[in-house]
């Protein structure tokens, strides 16, 4: 199992920029892939973003590509995610998640493990 650990949501203004961490410890973190969701009140949990246990290969929903990056640094146990252009329809509680293999898919339940969460608010 690995412990997951979200920071850096707050409040931002409809435009800006934040960059979420996601700090890991527990198993071999370097050996998984890794995930961002989010979940806006009333919704289902949305997947944004995914990154191979090498950073080799990506893949975003359609809701990030081209604002959002996530990358990863396997020395420092963290993974990342870059949101830039931000909106308000991006509010919402944004989470991180570890697979059990070193490639990731789009699925929750292909994550076995996730951290509690940062609140991302945007104002208009």
């Known amino acids: 199992q690995v412990q997951l650990v979200e920071s850096g949501g707050g409040l931002v203004q409809a435009g800006g920029s934040l960059r979420l961490s996601c700090a890991a410890s527990g198993r071999r973190f370097r050996s998984y892939a890794m995930g961002w969701f989010r979940q806006a009140p009333g919704k289902e949990r949305e997947f944004l973003a995914t990154?191979?246990?090498?950073?080799?290969?990506?893949d975003y929903a359609d809701s990030a590509k081209g604002r959002f990056t996530i990358s990863r640094d396997n020395a420092k146990n963290t993974v990342y995610l870059q949101m830039n252009s931000l909106k308000p329809e991006d509010t919402a509680v944004y989470y991180c998640?570890?697979?059990?293999?070193?490639?990731?898919?789009?699925?929750?339940?292909?994550?076995?493990?996730w951290g509690q969460g940062t609140q991302v608010t945007v104002s208009s």
């Open positions: 990154i191979s246990w090498s950073g080799a290969y990506t």
């Open positions: 998640a570890s697979a059990h293999t070193e490639v990731g898919g789009r699925k929750s339940y292909e994550y076995a493990d």
